[in-house]
């Protein structure tokens, strides 16, 4: 009965401990910092902070800011104006648009960069603030 008990310990510890607690589903909220032809520079300021992104930034303002990252927007999407919260979904890669965009970057840009699309799915808890 022992060596019974011992063996299913071991293996639901083995089970819990193989679980990973990593829930991202990519679905943050964000504030638009800056954009500039089809260029963005996000903060995250709902839901959980995904890797890739600077724990803290200056602009050329001198005014800092804490988990933000560059971003490409589609032209052909509606474009937040400066100030704007808003859902975006992180993707694994740019998505294909037919649109045409002009190549100017923003001059004071974070340089971690992820790739996001706006999303009216996502729906970040309050308790993930």
């Known amino acids: 009965m022992k060596k019974l008990f011992f063996i299913l310990s071991i293996i639901s510890v083995t089970v819990i401990s193989s679980c990973d607690d990593n829930s991202f589903?990519?679905?943050v909220q964000v504030k638009m910092i800056n954009q500039l032809c089809g260029t963005a520079i996000y903060q995250i300021v709902g839901g959980d902070v995904p890797d890739g992104v600077?724990?803290?930034w200056t602009d050329n303002n001198g005014v800092t800011y804490e988990?933000?990252?560059?971003?490409t927007i589609s032209p052909c999407d509606?474009?937040?104006?400066?100030?704007?919260?808003?859902?975006?979904?992180i993707v694994e890669?740019?998505?294909?648009s037919n649109c045409a965009q002009c190549l100017?970057?923003?001059a004071d840009a974070p340089e971690q960069r992820l790739f996001t699309v706006i999303s009216d799915d996502c729906?970040?808890?309050s308790s993930d603030l």
């Not at 988990?67 to 971003?71: D, E, I, R, Y």
């Not at 890669?93 to 294909?96: A, K, L, M, R, V």
């Open 78 to 89: 509606v474009r937040p104006e400066n100030g704007d919260i808003f859902y975006v979904k």
């Open 93 to 96: 890669e740019q998505q294909p």
């Open 54 to 56: 600077a724990n803290s």
């Open 67 to 71: 988990n933000v990252f560059t971003t």
């Open 123 to 125: 729906n970040v808890d």
């Open 25 to 27: 589903d990519g679905c």
């Open 104 to 106: 100017a970057l923003l």
